[in-house]
């Protein structure tokens, strides 16, 4: 199979998907207002802060504070999410909004 070939071909781009995927998180909130239901996906690299903590040191590895706005009304929902080393959730808060289950929590 030639160079080109294998660039372009669907083989190729379907190798790359699941490790892009790997990078996002999800989350899915609910306007307090509207009821509106808005689906967000966080990018681990770009979106999230790490924190830096003193050697030893328990207690969050990075944090989120993301903004969204709905299609339907202006009210501003905001999230403060604190992750540990291994992205796992150890606290969330929200203003404006509740947090539902994403449809990969549900199945």
Excluded: H
Excluded at 62 to 88: A, Q
Excluded at 93 to 98: A, L
Excluded at 99 to 106: D, N
């Amino acid at each position: 199979m030639g160079f080109w070939k294998r660039l372009f071909s669907r083989k190729a781009k379907k190798r790359i998907t699941p490790r892009l995927k790997g990078d996002f998180i999800t989350f899915a909130v609910k306007c307090d207002k509207c009821g509106e239901e808005i689906r967000i996906n966080v990018n681990r690299r770009t979106d999230i802060q790490s924190l830096y903590a003193e050697a030893g040191e328990k207690g969050a590895a990075y944090t989120l504070r993301k903004e969204i706005l709905g299609r339907k009304c202006p009210n501003l929902i905001n999230i403060t999410v604190d992750f540990d080393r291994s992205y796992r959730i150890l606290s969330r808060n929200i203003s404006g909004g509740k947090f539902i289950p994403s449809e990969e929590e549900t199945g």
